[in-house]
T-cell receptor
């Protein structure tokens, strides 16, 4: 079982550019959540995708958008990058039903905006 | 709105000593509580979780935590620290049964273990 995989592992972008981060959930999982972890802080919830739709969203601007594909993989897109977007972006997968209570995290994508 | 406060951004203990990492939460409904560990350059690994039932929860690597509703706390303990326990620890709360829903994390506590 490959677990949650994210790509790329590291990325350097220039202010104003756009970036796409990718996540493949753990086998059998249908729900993907994205978190932003700034240096020295705890992760902050960006949004969650279930059945190819955004189900919940945290307090992030519209520059942050996402997508979920029929195979449950997901992308996180950030437009008009700011220096403050530099962070570790974590993807977590889980089952969407009411009985599961654990989210599995990937190793993250380290985004640096210069 | 839910929130989590972790007292002490850095905690240092000697190998073999008791580990105590503090977590207090606020939630408008009965919470579901989690502790995650993060090793350098890695993602988050679940240590333990409280959903319902027994308030003393045992997790992996000898860690346990006790849910105290009256104190709105969920402190993490381990009787004897090991060098391999050095890592960042995060307490998190969810107001949904399914942890796939929004998790709110505390700011983290970096545990250092001295030989």
């Amino acid at each position: 079982d490959a677990g949650v995989t994210q790509s790329p592992t590291h990325l350097i972008k220039t202010r104003g550019q756009q970036v796409t981060l990718r996540c493949s959930p753990k086998s059998g999982h249908d729900t993907v959540s994205w978190y932003q972890q700034a240096l020295g802080q705890g992760p902050q919830f960006i949004f969650q995708y279930y059945e190819e739709e955004e189900r919940q969203r945290g307090n992030f601007p519209d520059r942050f958008s996402g997508h979920q594909f029929p195979n449950y993989s997901s992308e996180l897109n950030v437009n008009a990058l700011l220096l403050g977007d530099s962070a570790l972006y974590l993807c977590a997968s889980s089952l969407g039903g009411p009985t599961n209570t654990e989210a599995f995290f990937g190793q993250g994508t380290r985004l640096t905006v210069v | 709105a839910q929130s989590v406060t972790q007292l002490g951004s850095h905690v240092s203990v000697s190998e073999g000593a008791l580990v105590l990492l503090r977590c207090n939460y606020s939630s408008s409904v009965p919470p579901y509580l989690f502790w995650y560990v993060q090793y350098p350059n890695q993602g988050l690994q679940l240590l333990l979780k409280y959903t319902t039932g027994a308030t003393l929860v045992k997790g992996i690597n000898g860690f346990e935590a006790e849910f105290k509703k009256s104190e709105t706390s969920f402190h993490l303990t381990k009787p004897s620290a090991h060098m391999s326990d050095a890592a960042e620890y995060f307490c998190a709360v969810s107001e949904e049964r399914n942890a796939g829903n929004m998790l709110t994390f505390g700011g983290g506590t970096r545990l250092m273990v001295k030989p």
